[in-house]
């Protein structure tokens, strides 16, 4: 059972913003930066976001990440249906000495 | 091309054991920390293991802890998987991982090349 919660799912039209937010705790996001991926269907996960709101080289500036306290957030603006994907956060996690993924937000572009 | 390829999954019985590899090439291996993930059928990712480019640290998730083992030879640029006691719940497709380093900087838990993955069936 993982420790980061995250919506099972969100929607938007194209073009709209879509949030998807994370929450945790005072030993994982409180205390450790936030990462987030996107997977698509059939294909391993991808970085998407890394130490809470950067973008890895070639990743397209709709997409941001941010943290305050224990919960992080990601956002997708302009939504395209090319993001219609499986999106988990993750962060290290000191009481488990361990990294810790979230439950999963499935997007999907109405 | 920097790139990462598993193999070693397969069928095996509860209680057995399989050792998954991971051949990376295109970077310098043996400087950075890897990981195994691991995804079972329909459900999320999980964080399995990893072990430190330098001084060979290593790490497990409570679920695999005492079962599993990583290691790594960085003579071939190969990452292992000693998967020992095998249970159905370890039926999953596993991921190697590779951690991301920018600027002299690492990003702990921030995985930049993935491989493709190879599949475990855990079955009698």
């Known amino acids: 059972q993982s420790v980061l919660t995250q919506p099972p799912s969100a929607s938007g039209t194209p073009g709209q913003r879509v949030t998807i937010s994370c929450s945790g705790s005072s030993s994982n996001i409180g205390s450790n930066y936030v990462n987030w991926y996107q997977q698509l269907p059939g294909t391993a996960p991808k970085l998407l976001i890394y130490s809470n709101n950067q973008r890895p080289s070639g990743v397209p500036d709709r997409f941001s990440g941010s943290k305050s306290g224990t919960s992080a957030s990601l956002a997708i603006s302009g939504l395209q249906s090319e993001d219609e994907a499986d999106y988990y956060c993750a962060a290290w996690d000191d009481s488990l000495d361990g990294y810790v993924f979230g439950t999963g937000t499935k997007v999907t572009v109405l | 091309e920097v790139q990462l390829l598993e193999s070693g999954g397969g069928l095996v019985q509860p209680g057995g054991s399989l050792r998954l590899s991971c051949a990376a090439s295109g970077f310098t291996f043996s400087v950075y920390a890897m990981s195994w993930v691991r995804q079972a059928p329909g459900k999320g990712l999980e964080w399995v293991s990893a072990i430190s480019g330098t001084n060979g640290g290593t790490y497990y998730a409570d679920s695999v802890r005492g079962r599993f083992t990583i290691s790594r030879d960085n003579s071939e640029n190969t990452l292992y998987l000693q998967m020992n006691s095998l249970r159905a719940e370890d039926t999953a497709i596993y991921y190697c991982?590779?951690?991301?380093?920018?600027?002299?900087?690492?990003?702990?838990?921030?995985?930049?090349?993935w491989g493709q993955g190879t599949v475990v069936t855990v079955s009698s």
């Open positions: 991982a590779k951690l991301l380093c920018t600027n002299g900087i690492c990003y702990r838990g921030a995985f930049d090349i």
